[in-house]
């Protein structure tokens, strides 16, 4: 059970964000919590948005309204993104009512709800839609600079999701429809290629992020873990509403 409503994962940071750039304090380190730390690679996980440089601007007691109001707005932005996304794809407006709610939905989905105080995903989430129709452009027009500019904004926010978008990425390729196996082939060059460059452009945030987290408690174990942990029936028969919250044998 979720019992602060307070996004407190980027707030410390963020105040110490503000701290040094209006002290002009080294951003390579922090003495914050026990011998401090490498504040440069919890800057790019934590705090990389655009929209955090704005603290700048804003007294330090009033660092909290500040970093609520960013949320807000990047709820606005997911709602409008996938909104103008769906319209894109659809190529009508005819069915605008659903559209309209069906992004609304997206914007106000139970991620947001459940990990709103995790500020430094919401970027990604945010911008995904924007990465969508890049692919789109992509793979029907070989307009790769929507996509590959989307895609390393999203990679400068936060790795981690990045890391999740990409699977979905390539997931939806091999889902996608294409016109021929040599139009496959061609589009996984364009696809692949896309990518790269994305990645690549952003790759000192992510070397850096990588450092950064190897030199904690979590580069104990494995960075990313594909262990799969449950049955994937019960996963399945979570996604439906009217779904029980009862596992699967167990007694009634």
């Known amino acids: ?56 601007f804003v007294d330090k007691d009033s660092i909290l309204s500040f970093l609520t109001f ?17 319209y ?8 605008s009512t659903v559209i309209i709610a069906v992004s609304l939905a997206y914007g106000l989905s139970s991620f947001m709800l459940a990990y709103f105080h995790e500020t430094m995903w919401l970027d990604c989430f945010a911008v995904f839609p924007i990465i969508m129709y890049g692919y789109d452009r992509l793979i029907r027009m070989h307009k ?42 061609k589009d996984m060059l364009w696809f692949g290629a896309s990518s790269l460059l994305a990645v690549g452009m952003s790759a000192i945030t992510l070397i850096v992020s990588y450092i950064g987290v190897s030199a ?5 174990e494995d960075f990313v873990s594909h262990e799969w ?11 439906f509403a009217a779904s029980s919250l009862q596992p699967i044998g167990s007694s009634l």
């Open 88 to 95: 894109k794809r659809e190529g009508e407006r005819k069915n």
């Open 70 to 86: 960013t949320i807000i707005i990047r709820l606005a932005f997911s709602s409008g993104a996938f909104s103008f996304y769906l």
């Open 229 to 239: 942990y449950g049955s994937i029936f019960e996963v399945l028969r979570y996604q």
């Open 1 to 56: 059970v979720q019992t602060c409503a307070l996004p407190i994962s980027s707030y410390p940071f963020l105040c110490l964000l503000h701290d040094k750039m209006h002290s002009g304090d080294s951003w390579f380190y922090f003495w914050n919590g026990g011998l401090g730390g490498n504040f440069l690679s919890s800057y790019f996980f934590y705090l990389s948005s655009p929209l955090n440089l704005l603290v700048y």
């Open 216 to 220: 904690t408690h979590v580069g104990e």
């Open 144 to 185: 790769p600079a929507v996509y590959i500019i989307s895609l390393t904004f999203a990679a400068y926010c936060n790795f981690y999701i990045v890391y999740i978008i990409g699977l979905f990425l390539v997931i939806w390729f091999l889902l996608d429809r294409h016109c021929s196996f040599k139009g496959f082939l």
